[in-house]
């Protein structure tokens, strides 16, 4: 049982190499008076072969057989490995270092990443001025009544949905006779103008310099 623990190792061995792992392999042979670098594959095979000669006869039949299972096991590992691992065993140590090259073309790449940029655009609904019909019948709807408190009133209904043009603006102003409900009517409309690029258009309605200021102001709003 011990010898299999041992053909255990020099797999986990093998195992190592196949991995990129540099280890340093005890072995209880005699010790080497020269340097010598010889390639992996054969200084393993050699161990097998020592284990074979000096230890398999020695193990009972079931024991031979997992044994020789194990050893078969680790030629076809041996046959994986690159040829240009080496190893190099110098003077009288005991151990022998096991050292490889692996060239860059063998070595394996890391996949390139490649990033997926999402632009999510936001979609935002341009308002829409009434169109003629709407505003005609807005516009009836503001003259059947008669007094400015009341137009005011249908004017700031129609404003909470729905949109105006400059042009459609200066026709509601001039629906009224004061000032006073004609600046409250552009207070409460503009901020519903889609062409606000026109409003200079706004400022020649009023005739009074003080009434052009305050429609500047809300303009400027």
């Given amino acids: 049982m ?5 053909l255990s190792l020099l797999t986990f061995t093998v195992l190592a190499f196949a991995d990129g792992i540099s280890m340093s392999v005890s072995v209880d042979e005699g010790t080497s008076s020269n340097s010598s670098s ?3 594959v054969d200084e393993i095979a050699d161990r097998v072969d020592v284990l074979q000669n000096k230890y398999f006869s020695k193990l009972n039949k079931l024991n031979q057989k997992r044994a020789n299972k194990i050893v078969d096991e680790i030629y076809e590992l041996l046959a994986l490995l690159p040829d ?3 190893t190099s065993n110098q003077n009288a140590n005991p151990n022998f270092n096991i050292t490889f090259d692996v060239n860059e073309q063998q070595a394996e790449t890391q996949p390139s990443v490649v990033e997926h940029k999402i632009e999510i655009v936001e979609e935002i609904d341009e308002p829409v001025a009434m169109s003629s019909s709407e505003f005609q019948q807005l516009l009836s709807n503001v003259q059947d009544e008669g007094f400015a408190d009341n ?3 249908v004017v700031r209904i129609a404003a909470k949905s729905k949109y105006f043009t400059i042009s459609q603006l200066i026709t509601i102003v001039d629906e009224f006779s004061f000032s006073d409900d004609k600046i409250n009517i552009v207070r409460i409309v503009y901020p519903r103008v889609v062409d606000k690029d026109n409003s200079h258009n706004l400022i020649g309605t009023f005739t009074f310099s003080g009434d052009k200021d305050k ?3 809300i303009i400027s709003q």
């Fill in 151 to 153: 137009q005011t009133s």
């Fill in 84 to 86: 240009d691992i080496s």
């Fill in 38 to 40: 010889v390639s992996v």
């Fill in 2 to 6: 011990k010898k299999i623990l041992i």
């Fill in 215 to 217: 429609v500047e102001q």
